[in-house]
């Protein structure tokens, strides 16, 4: 199975920046989009690639978050949301089971300016905790997308500068560590432990071209599939978005 996760920061604009060819020449299996920013309908007249089924999970409030996925293989089932209303109005989780594991596409909340949302973002994780621990009871589990923390100061480019702020606080970081402790592994570092990669650059002061990035877009997957892990990567050669792919390839 090979998996990749984009957040395109709004689907309509990433149309016109090369998403389709993207898409098409990724040859995945899987394809997680976040902030799409858009409901089916908005994107009606689109021309997906062929062989694939697509899923939509749209915000309540218009044009802002949500979430897609598309798969070649037809999913066991589907379902949108982590199964809390409180959690599930801004179309943030998108799950597909397949015969030997289940995929979560997700988009973690911000938590905003001064830590404002700190709060929702925290709850926010523990939910997926749960609902990944709930699935991986009947088989293994792979989640991805933007998940809105850099974990250590090897993920972004001056932690220093960052410390406390929204992605790089205490509180995010301990919650991304919740999911090591619970046993799920980041793919990425299973195979890259250097430092200068990046996911997300800041659209100011032509940090993309400089590399001043932060890494918080992942593939995360249950400890069962790591002899499965073949490879995973980030692609920041890909433009269209303020965020990059990254993928996993799993034996």
Known sequence: MKLVSWNVNGVRAALGKGLLDWMQASQA????????????????????????EMVWNAAEKKGY????????????AVA?????????AEGRAITAEFDHCYVIGVYVPNAQPE???????????????????????????LFCGDLNVAHEEIDLARP???VGNPGFSDEERAGFRDYLKAGFVDTFRHFEKGPGHYSWWT????AR???????????????????????????????????????VELK
Request: net charge positive.
């Open 29 to 52: 299996d899987v394809i997680c989009l976040q902030e799409v920013k858009a409901t089916l309908g908005d994107v009606q007249h689109v021309v997906w690639p062929k062989g694939y």
């Open 65 to 76: 978050s949500g979430t897609a996925l598309f798969t070649r293989r037809k999913p066991l």
């Open 80 to 88: 949108t949301g982590l199964g809390s209303a409180a959690h599930d």
């Open 115 to 141: 830590l404002a949302r700190l709060g929702f973002r925290q709850e926010w994780d523990r939910a997926l905790l749960t609902y990944a621990r709930k699935l991986e009871k009947k088989k293994p589990v």
């Open 160 to 162: 220093k500068e960052n």
């Open 203 to 206: 659209y100011r002061a032509g």
């Open 209 to 247: 071209q400089r590399n001043i990035g932060w890494r918080i877009d992942y593939v995360m997957a249950s400890a069962a599939l790591q002899p499965q892990l073949k490879r995973a990567w980030i692609e920041p050669s890909v433009m269209g978005s303020d965020h990059c792919p990254v993928g």
